[in-house]
């Protein structure tokens, strides 16, 4: 097992995994990779990994119709019409960048700034991939990619640092717009009253600047902020998105996060007392293999100027139980700090909540959404299977973005993905 990671070789030494060759394709590898055991079972280029496009001038069509020819390449209907919605974009953009460059030299006319784009759709089903091409193709130098819980952490921290301004919030936008023509906004969506209360003001300032505005969601606009605390307040919001953005929906198909995903068994299920017992054991000796010398004798953390009672620290890996993060009142930049700070979490207890633990099950949703989007590795015990950990109540529809990205967190591309350690400022 010489030729594995080190990370792969201490798992599958304390796991007892058979033995993995990996294969590496170069290019984007955007939601699944494939694996062979040492056997000769032939291994399978997924939906999403395949030559990564670049700002050189190629059109997403054009690079689209290209790994359309590429073997083991998925035909997906709602996919290729989405790419024809995207190409219409970026020759807006590229056409847009040409005549204002014509306006600042010698033209009387600024051209008109196009239109953004809101792709919505179920779970799996290629959005972010699709995004990601997109920005990787278009030959701007004034562009962002950047998870919607990442961007309104940053916008928080920006208001706070200029109070002293007489609009921190549009100070805030003027900043952004300055800097960025396109913004790429993943996973937008609006369950916290505070980002509800500011988002109107602040994309309405940013559309008056000129920024162009692109998003992937699971919902339509009309979805966003569901039973929401002043969910009044917020309609004008989704207005306005309607009004500025075309709004695509991708429609439902295969969810290519579980299309030939090979599991590591990182997600341990414990069906009893016995079994949580051995989970435990299981645990602790694969966090210290990972730990080495590093272990720390601290039992917490601090966070934003809290501390967390945490079981185990180390210099790249902390573990923490369930009810320490998830039960109390923690907020999404609680855990983006953790995510900087530790490439590897481990996670104690994950019980089965009911409509009843609806807030608990809320945190555990962003908890994951903000490990997942900064590549970090997550072994966890739970009380049930992660399709089963919660059903009903309002927060039980997101929860399935929650199982199916638990059930990549598990395989081998997601964990080779690099820890992103930097990005927002806390």
Known sequence: MSG???????VASTLRLPEYRFFQPCGISFCSWAICPETRHNWQMSQHTFPSPSDDGISPKAWYQSISLLPDFVQDAAQAAAIDELDVLWHQLVDFKSRRNQFLGRSLLSPEVPKGLYMWGGVGRGKTFLMDAFYACLPYRRKRRIHFHNFMAEIHHQMKMLAAEDDPLI???????????????DEFH??????????????????????????????PPDGLYPDGLQRNNFL???????????????????????????REPLFLVSGDA??????????????NRIAGETRRDERHVTVRGRTIPAKNIARSVVWFDFKELCAGAHAQEDYLEIAHRFPTVFLSHIPQLGAERGAEAKRFTWLIDVLYDNHVRLVAS????????????????????????????????YLQLPHRSQGVTL
Not at 175 to 183: G, H, Q, V
Not at 240 to 262: F, M, P, Q, W
Not at 274 to 287: K, Q
């Open 4 to 10: 594995l990671p080190q990370f792969f070789q201490l």
């Open 171 to 185: 100070a805030v936008a003027g900043n952004i717009a300055k800097s960025t023509r396109l913004l790429c906004l």
């Open 190 to 219: 609006v369950d916290d009253i505070a980002d509800a209360m500011i988002l109107g003001r602040l994309v309405t300032a940013l559309f008056e600047r000129g920024l162009v505005l692109m998003t992937t969601s699971n919902y």
């Open 236 to 262: 004008p919001v989704i207005e306005l998105l309607k009004r500025e953005l075309k709004v695509l929906y991708i429609d439902s198909g295969n969810d290519y996060r579980l299309r030939a995903l090979t």
């Open 274 to 287: 016995a079994g949580d017992a051995a989970n435990e054991a299981r645990m602790e000796a694969l966090f």
């Open 382 to 413: 739970s009380a049930a299977a992660a399709q089963d950990i919660f059903s009903g109540g309002a927060v039980s529809g997101e929860f399935s973005r929650t199982t199916s990205r638990l059930t990549e967190m598990q395989t081998q591309h």
